[in-house]
């Protein structure tokens, strides 16, 4: 049985930094693009960064130069590094690996950027 589980997530003032963390089971990991998707309340969800086998990266340009997506094929894991943190970053943020048609998605960590 796949898993996929986030953590990371809490309250944290403008500008200030979170890393989040998506640790994967129960898949062969490097195999996987894996990607991050945030959902803001009354919001669809949408694309964050992404990290495909070969390590290369893709950003949504609302968070391009603020956000940074890695992954750690030894350990499972993926992450994603979020400095200047706006109140508008405020969202679920959920864990995705990808494999041709196959996708699989963590439960969501909460992300709130406020004063």
């Known amino acids: 049985q796949v898993q996929l589980v986030e953590s990371g997530g809490g309250l944290v003032q403008p500008g200030g930094s979170l890393r989040l963390s998506c640790a994967a089971d129960?898949?062969?990991?490097?195999?996987?693009?894996m990607r991050w998707y945030r959902q803001a309340p009354g919001k669809e969800r949408e694309f964050v960064a992404r990290?495909?086998?070969?390590?290369?990266?893709k950003y949504a340009e609302s968070v391009k130069g603020r956000f940074t997506i890695s992954r750690d094929n030894a350990k499972n894991t993926v992450s994603l590094q979020m400095n200047s943190l706006k109140p508008e970053d405020t969202a679920v943020y959920y864990c995705?690996?990808?494999?041709?048609?196959?996708?699989?998605w963590g439960q969501g960590t909460q992300v709130t950027v406020s004063s």
């Open positions: 129960g898949l062969t990991f490097s195999t996987y693009a």
């Open positions: 990290i495909n086998i070969d390590g290369e990266t």
């Open positions: 995705n690996a990808l494999w041709g048609n196959i996708k699989y």
